[in-house]
């Protein structure tokens, strides 16, 4: 009977301190309408690039890499367009065929949340991982400041990408014209 009740505690307790975490994020995660931050991205562990966006949510997200073409990567909540000097013309996408789709959908991301469990791999990070439409989603919370810290998703081309955020500054002042896809149409 000892043994039931052992079993049935430590279940108890991991559960309880799973909701926990969930829950701290979710409250935090609720108060943030917009940040900035610096990245670091690596796609297949052969490209690395960096850069620096700010997101407004709902769905918004303005990056410039720091490259030697001016690389710009915008969404206006609708379409998201990359343009750079390198190329001659700009790609624009459907953001719903996108990944980004999701992660810059807040509400979406805490309805996700709210019942995953963590995936405890990771000692300094919230992690959690979900399929949404075919699509492998892994989204990282730094425990110290439950700020999103990074996520790891595939790119239209099916090469996985991992974007990891650092200098995050939340609720910062954010004029809605910069995420205008025409300012950055050559």
Known sequence: MKKYLFIFLVYF??????????QKIINHFKNINSFEFKFVQRIDNNNVEEGECIILYPKKILCKYYDLYNKILV???????????????????????T?????????FLISKIVNLKEDNSYPF???????????????????????????????IYQNLVQTFISDVKTNIDVQENIFSIQRYIN
């Open 125 to 155: 990070y919230y992690v959690y991982n979900f399929d949404y439409e075919n699509i492998f989603i892994k989204v990282f919370f730094d425990k110290k400041s439950l700020n999103l810290i990074g996520w790891e998703t595939k790119d």
């Open 99 to 107: 990944p980004l789709n999701v992660i810059l959908d807040k509400k």
């Open 13 to 22: 307790f991991t559960l309880d301190a799973n909701s926990s975490s969930n």
């Open 75 to 97: 969404s206006n909540g609708k379409s998201l367009i990359i343009n750079s000097d390198k190329i001659k013309n700009y790609y624009r996408y459907p953001l719903d065929k």
